[in-house]
Every structure is written in structure tokens, then in C-alpha cells.
């Protein structure tokens, strides 16, 4: 691959990454705060969460489906996870028992899209609310703390000074990059998502992808789970309400179609850091908590507007 | 072509900055010199924390500090309110006066901005002491209602109007937050010497309004013989009023909520309701910032400070 393909290739990439630059251009002049050493852990950090779930909705989209059921899910594999870890579990256990709850949710979800052939958003919708009522029937509604400091290290510990979540973040990308890219998962999704039809036809297991696409996708909300229980040291089963849409957006600004068959995980990845610099640039800055929200809403609007102006040029 | 377009996305960008930094402009103007306290609140769409931050202001006002307040978007959303206050922590203020989502989510983060040598005052809601201790963060006093006591009040009112028996139902706050934990406790306390009364069920409607009419509604139904009703907070007893009124039981199931908020006081003038509870949220913001200026001044403030609290009922609106 020469320069010229590089950078048709990756070219909407940049586009993103351009914004993302000029964005903590603008901060780190606005704001002496913004462009320190434990500011920019600090931001990795926080996008850790919303950026692993993104990954799974990344290969979720690029099918052409979506799930709403994230946030549910996190929230369901956290306080399973939680009781598990308070029990005296080790942690390995624990993470597993998190990631287990997670990843059958998503084949529940999978499944109903496959064999039930229920629409996504339908599936997912009522998978949303399911997750949600198990978490708070497993909890009795209440949160669930008090963990070992081993538990704890997973949100708290830190290798050559950079943060566990932040650690586990890069993996999750890594390992996402190179399924995306270079594996037959990957390439039946982008085929899956392009034309269906055509993919059945040519051979490929729609049904068997399909649904590990959203297993997939329910194991990482229990990874995000595994994170952010570690994080505020409890489980909560109302938490992750509304991850699902900030995940969406992360995905979609970094370049993914939602009519499928397009998209990339360092996408994703620019796209999850432009919401989480932004959120973490306004509250450097004081803005009031009104105006972030009109903020963040309008620069996803916007990266979608130009991503789709770009992609007619590209045609 | 291509090369204009590639343009496009930052120019967009650059634009909303302006937009936010206009605000941050005006946000400047009011500044003043002097140390910057930050005021993290559970969501700024609720009268209560409204009223709260209109306390601080003044306070912030008169002591010439700077005041910087945030919220999440959401009052249950703890890790949003977490990453605030790590923000903040970044933005190196003086002092954090925190509303908590959560009685223990906040602790690792409280015990970060001890690290940083960021003094941190809650208000309304109390950060558990046990799992402070248990990783040693501190927390330098506690500004809130003694909720124990408010439920109490409220609980004593209640035999009172029911002359000592009758059937009571109970709409809850959400679980786990040691506001609403402690309103109850108060209130069953008070119950324990009034054998007449049973508590015929006890569901949470997530401190919401429209959950209150829901539930209550839910509890009409398998529990009419219901004589009173109360909710932990008022939103939830207005959410219920007007499940009532659309039973036509209006007048005839004795209310009781907390917060003594306008639209409750009104509630209690029509006879809709009998009593609130009241705080005093403009009070706690403002003894929040000015505990925190002590604090910053190397004054000691005690480790908790009790605001005010008492029913209000037809007799106190007349």
C-alpha cells in the first residue's frame, strides 16, 4: 500500500483525527489544565468505558443492526460480577463471571435476531429493558460494594504509570483491529453489512456471524461492567443508563455507517476521544452542564454531516 | 474539492468552541480574584438543587471567591458526577462542595482529590464513613438535613392524622442512597409506637414524579383499603396526589411527603396533601461555600453541619 492508498484509505480517518486535533488545540489554549500528563490519563480513563462498549457496537453497525441493550447489559453483568467478587471469588472469576453474563446476553440478542428474525432495535430494545429489570431483581436495587483491593487495582492500579483501564482499553483496540481487519469474523461482517444477501449466497454462515457479532458486543459491556465496578467500587443496577446512545454516537462519529458495510475500529476509537476530550475540556472551562449538552449533541450532528459530504466526494 | 471538505469538519468545530467559549466569557466577567470553589451538584433540573445553588451563589457572592458549578446530566448517573470531580481535580480548584450521587461510589475519587490536597465538603447526601475509613479518604464536614430526624417528624404527624390506626403505604427513594434510607428509618421509628398502624407496602418510584403516580396507582389497585401515604420525597407525593385524584380519593387518603417544595405547599393549601418536610437547600449551598472558605482560610469547621428541618403543614401556609 503506497501513500496515495494510505490515505484513501484511512482518508474519513483523517478528517476525524483532524477534528479531534483541533480540538485539543483550542483547549490547551483556552484552558493551562488541558494539556498536562494527568489530564490526558485522566481523559483516557474516563473514555475507557464508553470507548470499550463502542467497539462492540462498531461490529454491530457495520452489520447494519444496532443494540440498545449495552447500558442494561453493563449494568446486569456488573452486579452479578459484584456479588461474585464480594463472595471472595478471585478476581479472574470474578471478570469472567462479568464477561459470561455479558456475552449471553448478547447471543440471547443474536439469537432473536437470527432465528426469531426480529428486527435490532426490537431484540435489543426488549433485551434493554430485561437486562435492566435482572440487574435489579439480582440486586434487590441496591448497589453492591465492598471488594478486595485486588479487585479495586483493575480501576485503580497502574503499569509504567498508565492507568489499568487505560491499559485495557488498548488491548480491547488491538485485538479488535486485528479481528476487524484481518479475520474471517471481520470479513463477513463488512460482507454481512454490505449485502446480506449476497454474503448468504456466497457461502457465508450469516446466522452463526450474526449472532457472534452481538455476543461480541454483550461480553464487552461486561468488560465495560468489569471497569467500571472496579472504578466506583460498587455495582449499581441503574447504571449504564443511556450508554447505548453514547456509545452509537462514538461509533458514528469515527466514521461507521449505519446502513452498514463500512466502518473502523481507530474510527471508533477518534470518535470515543472526541466526546470524551470535549466533555473533559467543558468542565476544565466551567461551562455549565446545560450548554455541554448542546455542545456534544451538535458535534455529533456535525461529524456525521461532514463524514457523509466527505464520503459523497470520495464516490 | 476534497481538499476544502477536509476543511470543512474543523471550521465546523472551531465554530462551537466560539459558541462555548462566549459562554465561558460571560462566565469570566462575574469572576472575581480570589480562590475558586467548585459546586458538583446530583443534576441541575430539580428545584432542590436549584434552590441549593442560588445559596452558593450568594455565599460565593459575598466572599468575593470564584464559583464554578457543574452537574451530571443525569441525578443517577454517580460515574458522571466522578468524572466531574476528577476533571476538577485537573482544573486544580481549592475546594469541592459535592451533592453525591452515590453514599459510596464517590469515595476513590474523594480520596484523589485528597491526594491533590483538595479539601471536599458534601452536602444533603452523607458519604459512608466506613468505606472513607476503609481506604482512607476524608471528607471535611457534612452540610445536610438530619433526614433521620425529618422522617421522624413526619412518621409522629402521621399517627397524629390517622388518630393512631390505619393502613399506610410507602414510596421509596432509590435504593442504596442514605438520604432516603435514613427518611425511612425516621419514619418507621416513629411508627413502632403506634400499633394501630401497619405498613401495608413499601415500593420505590426512584424519587420520580411520574414513577409516583405509576406505583401509586399500582398500589390503589392491590391495596385499596390504603388510609395514607408517604413518599420520601415530594416529587413522588405529587406523582401520587394526582393518582388519587384521578380516583376521585382526593382529601381521603392522608399524604405526607419531603422537601416542602412550592408545588407541594400548594398541594397542602387545596387539601391535597396534609404536610411536607422541609429543607432548606438555599441554606446548605450556602453553608457549603462558606465552609469551604473557612477551611480554605486554615479555619476548622465541625465535621457536620445540621441545617434546619421541619413540617410544614396547612396551619404554617395560612
Known amino acids: 500500500m503506497n501513500l496515495k492508498d494510505m490515505i484513501h484509505h484511512y482518508g474519513r480517518q483523517f478528517g476525524t483525527l483532524i477534528g479531534l486535533?483541533?480540538?485539543?488545540?483550542?483547549?490547551?489554549?483556552?484552558?493551562?489544565?488541558?494539556?498536562?500528563?494527568?489530564?490526558?490519563?485522566?481523559?483516557?480513563q474516563q473514555t475507557s468505558i464508553n470507548a470499550i462498549i463502542a467497539v462492540g457496537m462498531t461490529f454491530v453497525i457495520i452489520t447494519a443492526g444496532i443494540d440498545?441493550?449495552?447500558?442494561?447489559?453493563?449494568?446486569?453483568?456488573?452486579?452479578?460480577?459484584?456479588?461474585?467478587?464480594?463472595?471472595?471469588?478471585?478476581?479472574?472469576?470474578?471478570?469472567?463471571?462479568?464477561?459470561?453474563?455479558?456475552?449471553?446476553?448478547?447471543?440471547?440478542?443474536?439469537?432473536?435476531?437470527?432465528?426469531?428474525?426480529?428486527?435490532?432495535?426490537i431484540s435489543t430494545l426488549g433485551m434493554?429493558?430485561?437486562?435492566?429489570?435482572?440487574?435489579?431483581?439480582?440486586?434487590?436495587?441496591?448497589?453492591i460494594s465492598g471488594f478486595s483491593a485486588s479487585f479495586r487495582f483493575l480501576a485503580t492500579g497502574e503499569i509504567l504509570h498508565i492507568p489499568m483501564p487505560v491499559i485495557i482499553m488498548i488491548l480491547v483496540y488491538l485485538i479488535a483491529h486485528f479481528v476487524l481487519t484481518r479475520t474471517k469474523l471481520g470479513r463477513y461482517t463488512f460482507a454481512i453489512g454490505g449485502n446480506e444477501e449476497a454474503a448468504l449466497l456466497s457461502g457465508v454462515n450469516v446466522k452463526f456471524y450474526k449472532a457472534a457479532v452481538y455476543g461480541i458486543s454483550g461480553m464487552l459491556s461486561g468488560l465495560a461492567a468489569v471497569i467500571l465496578t472496579a472504578r466506583l467500587s460498587s455495582a449499581q443496577p441503574i447504571a449504564g443508563i443511556m450508554y447505548e446512545l453514547d456509545a452509537i454516537a462514538a461509533t458514528v462519529i469515527g466514521g461507521t455507517s449505519l446502513m452498514g458495510g463500512e466502518g473502523t475500529i481507530v474510527g471508533t476509537l477518534i470518535g470515543a476521544f472526541i466526546m470524551g476530550v470535549l466533555r473533559n475540556g467543558l468542565n476544565l472551562l466551567g461551562v455549565s452542564s446545560f450548554i455541554q449538552q448542546i455542545v456534544i449533541g451538535s458535534v455529533i450532528i456535525i461529524a456525521v454531516l461532514v463524514d457523509m459530504a466527505l464520503k459523497k466526494q470520495s464516490k | 474539492?476534497?481538499?476544502?471538505?477536509?476543511?470543512?469538519?474543523?471550521?465546523?468545530?472551531?465554530?462551537?468552541?466560539?459558541?462555548?467559549?462566549?459562554?465561558?466569557?460571560?462566565?469570566?466577567?462575574?469572576?472575581?480574584?480570589?480562590?475558586?470553589?467548585?459546586?458538583?451538584?446530583?443534576?441541575?433540573?430539580?428545584?432542590?438543587?436549584?434552590?441549593?445553588?442560588?445559596?452558593?451563589?450568594?455565599?460565593?457572592?459575598?466572599l468575593s471567591v470564584n464559583l464554578l458549578i457543574q452537574a451530571a446530566e443525569r441525578e443517577v448517573d454517580v460515574e458522571k458526577q466522578m468524572q466531574i470531580i476528577e476533571n476538577l481535580i485537573q482544573r486544580q480548584v481549592d475546594a469541592i462542595c459535592v451533592a453525591p450521587s452515590g453514599s459510596r461510589e464517590l469515595v476513590p475519587v474523594i480520596l484523589k482529590a485528597n491526594e491533590a490536597g483538595i479539601p471536599i465538603i458534601t452536602i444533603d447526601t452523607r458519604v459512608d464513613s466506613a468505606a472513607l475509613v476503609e481506604i482512607g479518604a476524608e471528607v471535611v464536614t457534612y452540610v445536610g438535613s438530619d433526614n433521620y430526624e425529618g422522617g421522624r417528624?413526619?412518621?409522629?404527624?402521621?399517627?397524629?392524622?390517622?388518630?393512631?390506626t390505619g393502613k399506610v403505604a410507602i414510596l421509596e427513594g432509590i435504593p442504596g442512597h442514605e438520604t432516603g434510607d435514613a427518611r425511612l428509618r425516621g419514619f418507621h421509628k416513629a411508627l413502632e409506637d403506634a400499633p394501630g398502624i401497619e405498613i401495608v407496602t413499601s415500593q420505590t418510584a426512584n424519587w420520580e414524579r411520574d414513577q409516583g403516580f405509576n406505583v401509586f396507582q399500582n398500589i390503589m389497585q392491590s391495596h385499596p383499603e390504603v388510609d395514607a401515604m408517604f413518599a420520601c420525597n415530594d416529587l413522588m407525593a405529587l406523582g401520587a396526589i394526582e393518582a388519587i385524584a384521578a380516583a376521585n380519593k382526593t382529601g381521603e387518603i392522608v399524604v405526607i411527603g419531603f422537601d416542602a417544595l412550592n408545588d407541594a405547599k400548594i398541594a397542602i393549601k387545596e387539601g391535597k396533601m396534609r404536610g411536607s418536610v422541609a429543607q432548606h437547600p438555599y441554606e446548605m449551598g450556602k453553608i457549603a461555600v462558606e465552609s469551604a472558605y473557612k477551611v480554605l482560610q486554615g479555619k476548622t469547621v465541625p465535621e457536620y453541619i445540621p441545617v434546619t428541618i421541619e413540617l410544614i403543614t396547612r396551619k404554617d401556609l395560612e
Not at chain 1, 440498545?68 to 469472567?96: C, D, E, Q, R, Y
Open chain 1, 21 to 44: 486535533l483541533i480540538l485539543c488545540t483550542v483547549l490547551w489554549i483556552l484552558s493551562p489544565f488541558f494539556l498536562t500528563v494527568s489530564n490526558v490519563l485522566n481523559i483516557a
Open chain 1, 68 to 121: 440498545l441493550s449495552v447500558g442494561s447489559i453493563l449494568a446486569f453483568s456488573g452486579v452479578v460480577l459484584a456479588s461474585v467478587a464480594k463472595a471472595g471469588a478471585p478476581v479472574p472469576v470474578a471478570i469472567a463471571a462479568g464477561l459470561a453474563v455479558g456475552l449471553l446476553c448478547g447471543l440471547v440478542n443474536g439469537l432473536l435476531i437470527t432465528y426469531g428474525k426480529l428486527p435490532p432495535f
Open chain 1, 128 to 143: 434493554m429493558s430485561v437486562a435492566r429489570g435482572a440487574a435489579l431483581l439480582y440486586s434487590d436495587g441496591r448497589p
Open chain 2, 1 to 62: 474539492m476534497k481538499s476544502k471538505l477536509f476543511k470543512l469538519l474543523p471550521m465546523l468545530m472551531l465554530l462551537l468552541l466560539g459558541l462555548t467559549i462566549s459562554t465561558c466569557q460571560r462566565g469570566k466577567q462575574k469572576s472575581k480574584e480570589g480562590a475558586t470553589i467548585a459546586l458538583v451538584l446530583k443534576t441541575l433540573n430539580h428545584p432542590f438543587f436549584i434552590d441549593m445553588q442560588r445559596g452558593a451563589e450568594e455565599a460565593a457572592d459575598s
Open chain 2, 153 to 164: 417528624i413526619a412518621g409522629e404527624f402521621m399517627v397524629q392524622e390517622l388518630d393512631g
